[in-house]
């Protein structure tokens, strides 16, 4: 299937990587787009395994209040380089996680796997065995959806394994990848905390019967 330069322009859009990786996997995929990006996939994702044991200890921390002030976000992501760390694409990606973490729903807790805590684990276990048991459905029902659950658990609490907001076809680690061999430097997101107006906070509830009841005994 031929290709034009347009459709190499087009790919490296979508994917963010060089025209020279785009038009060589056009030319691996026979121009086939869904096939020339997941090709570019595989060499982002193996591109940057080279790149796994450098340590990325320059970077930025990003702040994004989503407007209305309700919802804010502070993230570390760290790159190999002042260089990088200064550049302007670097810069935006930095933002857009900002941006993923304010609007992910439900939102992230750990930054991958690694920080899951055994404990957390049991808890969400016995959470989700409580609601499997609810339901009345026989024993062996039960231990299918709480595995479920379980091993959709790290999609929901880990920053790497979620969707990107902005490209749900790719996952945040995917897209981390992508810009890491487009970049040629190692990228990580080292920490994150997420601030929601009122979150944790027992809001007042007027009692308007007793409150005239208490103007009355006056």
């Known amino acids: 299937m031929a290709f034009t330069a347009q459709d190499v322009k087009t790919l490296r859009e979508k994917t963010g990587l060089g025209m020279m990786d785009c038009k060589k996997a056009l030319e691996e995929s026979n121009g086939d787009m869904e096939a020339a990006v997941e090709w570019l996939r595989k ?5 940057s395994a080279k790149k796994a044991d450098r340590i990325a200890a320059e970077g930025i921390v990003e702040a994004y209040i989503h407007p209305g002030g309700r919802v804010g976000v502070l993230v570390e992501v760290n790159a190999e380089t002042d260089f990088v760390a200064r550049n302007e694409a670097f810069q ?18 750990f930054v991958d796997k690694s920080e899951v805590t055994a404990e957390f684990l049991e808890t969400e276990k016995r959470i989700a065995t409580e609601i499997a048991l609810a339901t009345g459905k026989p024993a062996n029902i039960v231990e299918k959806i709480v595995e479920g659950k379980m091993n959709s658990i790290f999609k929901e609490v880990c920053l790497l394994e979620q969707p990107f907001i902005l490209n749900s076809e790719l996952t945040v680690e995917q897209m981390l990848s992508q810009k890491t061999a487009e970049i040629g430097e190692k990228l990580s997101i080292r920490r994150f905390v997420k ?24």
């Open 43 to 47: 060499k982002g994702l193996a591109a």
């Open 92 to 109: 935006r990606m930095v933002k857009e996680i900002a941006m993923h973490i304010a609007a992910a729903d439900p939102a992230p807790r």
């Open 195 to 218: 601030f929601v107006m009122g979150e944790g906070l027992e809001k007042k509830k007027d009692d308007f019967a007793a409150e005239v009841a208490a103007q009355m005994g006056k």
